[in-house]
């Protein structure tokens, strides 16, 4: 946060000076006014060599959902104490331990201190507190349960947070099992089957089919290595320019939901997520409509998205949730049959809840079971690749064996 030095009247008459840390010039100006200091001089402290920081905004560390979940869960037992708000936020911003999170919280401080609300001034940060947390703050803020909306919203960081690594764990294994073995199996094929091909070309027998097909593949891979690194480079590029724009990130989404195993893996996701921020937000007293739009940005997937847009579409134009949910077909019906109860009993918070818990139980499962179901298939096929190497190269050597006889 920069520091500003100023010159000026205060209460008394007498002339004061001094300096002060502020988020920009107009927070230190009202920083003055509300010590009844009328300032003649503001102006920002250059940085000499005494006093200059390092400020490298791509190697400062990211805020991490731990940091989030536990501000977030000591601010509502501040809160709820009686602190009061720019005292919570001073005491959260000495004690983080993150120094990126440390710079945000002073400057939110110094602009609620400067009149802002709080929402407000969390909204100066998006890559840190989303469009779920700051609008869940200004309800608590309006509606004056602030401590309970931090609660509420630390238990859902939480419960998303495990269901995100439940997920990023069922792919990060198999694909790292299928990277490592694909880099052994490269530097096999370039480095260690030249030497048996060198030593088989000197026999000069015939060779097994096998034989030959790995010896061609080895020829291959040390012809066109730099070519296939290149290459790889570049897929994964690709894959990734075609996800941000946004007709192709819309084709892959819609493939993805429709994937064969983890097709039903990511609607189940979907729907845990879109129920349980729902849920939490109508519970924590915001707009439907809202909700939706919230929901919907939030939702991860843009088949999803564009589905809870029509629902929100057609809600606006006066009908229930569950008419228009059951027509997108994106929503198990399972699901929609229960919101259709909470709408009918009045109870659609705590129905949301609910249909988020079994479905969170059923992300578990679904790692389970694919965990189980990819350990044994890697197994298979890695064992078969390296076996298959290896006996293409020790046939050879079975005849000339036989030969020798």
């Known amino acids: 946060m920069p520091k500003f030095q100023y010159e000026g009247v205060n209460a008394q008459g007498q002339k004061t000076k001094g300096e002060f840390e502020a988020a920009n010039l107009q927070a230190a100006q009202s920083k003055l006014k509300a010590q009844q200091i009328k300032p003649t001089v503001v102006k920002e402290?250059?940085?000499?060599?005494?006093?200059?920081?390092?400020?490298?905004?791509?190697?400062?560390?990211?805020?991490?959902?731990?940091?989030?979940?536990?501000f977030t869960r000591q601010f509502a037992t501040m809160i709820d104490a009686g602190l009061p708000l720019v005292q919570c936020l001073d005491i959260q911003s000495q004690q983080a331990e993150n120094p990126s999170f440390r710079e945000q919280l002073k400057e939110i401080k110094a602009t609620v201190e400067a009149g802002s609300t709080f929402a407000?001034?969390?909204?100066?940060?998006?890559?840190t507190f989303d469009e779920l947390f700051v609008n869940l703050i200004a309800a608590g803020e309006v509606g004056g349960i602030l401590d309970t909306i931090l609660s509420r919203l630390a238990a859902y960081i939480e419960k998303a947070s495990k269901l995100k690594k439940q997920v990023r764990g069922a792919m990060v294994y198999p694909s790292a099992v299928v990277g490592v073995a694909t880099i052994v199996v490269t530097v096999i094929l370039w480095k260690v089957i030249p030497v048996?091909?060198?030593?088989?070309?000197?026999?000069?027998?015939?060779?097994?089919?096998?034989?030959v097909f790995v010896m061609n593949l080895s020829a291959f891979v040390q012809k066109y290595i730099l070519l296939m690194i290149v290459g790889t480079i570049g897929a994964i590029i690709g894959i990734r320019r075609l996800y941000a724009w946004?007709?192709?990130?819309?084709?892959?989404?819609?493939?993805?939901?429709?994937a064969p195993i983890f097709g039903p893996l990511i609607r189940k996701v979907a729907v845990a997520r879109f129920t349980r921020t729902l849920g939490t937000m109508i519970t924590s007293g915001v707009p439907i409509l809202d909700?939706?739009?919230?929901?919907?940005?939030?939702?991860?997937?843009?088949?999803?998205?564009?589905?809870?847009?029509?629902?929100?579409?057609?809600?606006?134009?006066?009908?229930?949730?569950?008419?228009?949910?059951?027509?997108?077909?994106?929503?198990?019906?399972?699901?929609?049959?229960?919101?259709s109860v909470g709408e009918a009993t009045g109870a659609l918070d705590t129905m949301l809840g609910k249909i988020a818990d079994f479905y969170d139980e059923e992300v578990d499962q679904a790692v389970g079971a694919l965990t189980s179901l990819i350990e044994p298939l890697l197994m298979v096929v890695l064992g078969g690749a390296v076996g298959?190497?290896?006996?293409?190269?020790?046939?050879?050597i079975f005849t000339i064996a036989n030969t020798l006889q």
């Open 45 to 70: 402290k250059s940085g000499g060599i005494g006093n200059m920081e390092l400020k490298i905004p791509w190697f400062k560390p990211k805020v991490k959902e731990r940091d989030l979940v536990l």
């Open 291 to 339: 909700a939706l739009e919230i929901c919907a940005k939030t939702a991860g997937n843009m088949t999803i998205e564009a589905a809870i847009q029509k629902v929100r579409q057609s809600i606006s134009e006066g009908r229930t949730i569950a008419e228009p949910l059951a027509e997108t077909k994106v929503f198990p019906p399972m699901v929609v049959q229960m919101i």
């Open 388 to 396: 298959g190497l290896v006996v293409a190269m020790y046939l050879p």
């Open 120 to 127: 407000d001034a969390l909204r100066k940060y998006p890559k």
């Open 196 to 211: 048996f091909a060198a030593m088989f070309h000197d026999f000069g027998a015939a060779l097994p089919a096998p034989t």
């Open 246 to 258: 946004k007709p192709g990130r819309r084709e892959m989404d819609d493939l993805f939901l429709k």
